[in-house]
């Protein structure tokens, strides 16, 4: 028996410009559009997230694009350490729209957990934006005040 292939209206362009507004007051520096099939198993996929150290940052994920919800979850390390920690996940968030920001800027890893299909195989797509936020620029304005306050 063949199962038909399901493809949920995908656009990568306007999903991201949907996230880039997500990252307020944040400054838009990359994203990542990540195909998703739902396959006869589930599957997981990961992707790394380099970081500027002293930077803030801010990520945006949005589902819109996948038929069915998928489980996103950011670790502090990569998938070869065991002893790694989920430092944000999106377990019992049903947004299609989520926000995380990192207390420290070092690389982070995010895994999306896709779980099988439901007899029809479907694919979508998950779109990933990244916002930064610039640290010496607010600590300036911050000398500036004092200084004008003196």
């Given at each position: ?5 399901m493809d949920t209206n995908c656009e990568p362009k ?127 304005k911050d000398k500036d005040k004092e200084t004008e306050s003196e």
């Amino acid at each position: 028996m063949k199962s038909a292939i399901m493809d949920t209206n995908c656009e990568p362009k306007s999903l991201k410009k949907e996230g880039v507004a997500e990252l307020n007051p944040f400054y838009y520096s990359a994203s990542k559009v990540t195909e998703v099939s739902f396959g006869y198993k589930s599957t997981r996929r990961e992707i790394e997230v380099p970081f500027f150290k002293g930077e803030r940052y801010k990520m945006v994920f949005n589902k819109k694009g996948l038929p069915k919800d998928i489980l996103v979850e950011v670790f502090d390390k990569d998938n070869t350490h065991s002893n790694r920690t989920a430092v944000f996940t999106s377990e019992g968030n049903t947004a299609e729209i989520l926000t995380y920001s990192p207390e420290k800027s070092k690389n982070m890893f995010i895994r999306y957990t896709i779980p099988k299909a439901d007899g029809v195989t479907e694919a979508g797509c998950m779109v990933f934006v990244l916002g930064y936020q610039l640290t010496f620029l607010k600590e300036d304005k911050d000398k500036d005040k004092e200084t004008e306050s003196e």
